[in-house]
């Protein structure tokens, strides 16, 4: 799925740590990764994976090719921030970040927000590869968007995904394809759904991948020609279990939660993996997957509302409804801008207005889905995400 150019061994055996590293070292033509605090981690998931994936061929493929692009990437970024050390004095400190749960609208609220110039955001092409191909010329990285346009079509490949997530390689998305790049981030479960490295990772201190998160944004903004007066937009919904690290990371962030039924989320969330994962295994029983996805995100929204409720007032954020962003998604903008102190200018909201209209809802068909088809009943659904 996220292969692209990058050229990986098959049929050489399950993959090891030294593998990873030696492939990546060949293909960069460098071997300073910096920190190798993310050595554990990574050992962890390629562990996991191996005690309890089976891979199809392309799940091996994707899998090793993931790998490798990830670590090409901090093995580049690493080369960049010694030769510019100026990186690190960029100002990232005041993100806007959208997050709830996936299916709760987040996607779009953030590709309208990133409508309007004064942010700064995150499009997927540079999300898969932020650091740029060597020979690539400032202010043309053509390789990199050809890259992302090659994800782009096999996503389109698979209609059941498109239906719930359009995939563009220049719309902004989520920047947890940054935060993949740790190794060291819950959200890979979904990827690669080895319950192994989950009971692991999510035992883990976050503030770390939260550092790394901030040294990677620094260079992005050092790529895109500094702050400018702009603030980060994100969207991770990965980032739901995390907001007392991102607070500590990013003391000037502010989050906009989105909320809805997590009756309807869970099914709609299950059928979008399942759609994702289906050509990277052998087989995906749907009620396994539908139980892991309730133990995956109970966990996770636990942590949430503990964050929350140990910040209290400390916490600026603002909660918004799903139903809102569909309807009325223009008032929930205008709230954002209003929490912010922020100025909505007549072009942004024209630009704003334009991608609704070239955006509508199920523009690539409906999903369908329900609670039985993976196992789910409403019962387990209340116990498991208690009303506030």
């Avoid at 997050?99 to 999300?127: E, I, N, V, Y």
């Avoid at 090659?150 to 902004?172: C, D, G, I, K």
């Amino acid at each position: 799925m996220f292969q692209g150019d990058t050229q990986v061994e098959t049929g050489t055996g399950d993959l090891t740590l030294e593998q990873a590293l030696t492939a990546a070292k060949a293909e960069s033509g460098l071997s300073d990764f910096g920190d190798e605090a993310f050595l554990e981690p990574l050992q962890a998931f390629i562990d996991g994976v191996k005690r309890d994936l089976s891979l199809s061929a392309m799940g091996d493929i994707n899998f090793r090719a993931t790998v490798q692009r990830l670590l090409v990437n901090r093995l580049r970024i690493e080369r960049d921030i010694r030769s510019y050390p100026e990186i690190l004095d960029e100002d990232v400190s005041d993100p806007i970040m959208i997050l709830g749960m996936p299916r709760t609208g987040t996607t779009k609220l953030q590709r309208l927000l990133c409508c309007d110039g004064q942010f700064h955001g995150l499009p997927l092409w540079q999300l898969l590869n932020p650091a740029p191909f060597d020979g690539e010329r400032a202010g043309d990285p053509a390789q990199r968007l050809a890259f992302a346009r090659a994800v782009e079509e096999a996503t389109r490949a698979n209609p059941a995904f498109t239906a719930s997530h359009e995939t563009s390689a220049l719309e902004v998305d989520e920047d947890s394809f940054l935060m993949l790049m740790t190794f060291d981030y819950p959200l890979l479960f979904s990827l690669f759904p080895s319950r192994t490295y989950l009971h692991w990772v999510q035992q883990r201190d976050r503030s770390a991948a939260h550092r790394y998160q901030r040294r990677l944004l620094q260079y992005l903004q050092w790529q895109n020609g500094g702050r400018a007066g702009k603030r980060w937009i994100l969207k991770n919904p990965g980032a739901i279990g995390c907001i007392a690290a991102l607070q500590a990371v990013f003391p000037n962030i502010t989050f906009v939660h989105s909320e809805r039924s997590m009756l309807e989320v869970m099914p709609s969330y299950c059928r979008l993996m399942e759609a994702a994962l289906t050509p990277l295994l052998e087989s995906l029983d749907p009620i396994s997957h539908g139980q892991d996805s309730l133990h995956y995100w109970q966990y996770e929204m636990q942590r949430f509302r503990d964050d929350v409720n140990e910040l209290g007032e400390d916490l600026r954020m603002l909660s918004v409804s799903y139903l809102d962003i569909v309807k009325d998604p223009m008032a929930v903008v205008r709230d954002i801008y209003s929490l912010c102190s922020l100025k909505l200018a007549a072009d942004a909201e024209k630009a704003m207005a334009s991608w609704q209209q070239s955006n509508r809802q199920h523009k690539h068909g409906k999903a369908q889905y329900s609670l039985e088809q993976y196992g789910l009943t409403s019962e387990q659904i209340g116990l498991a995400f208690p009303s506030p």
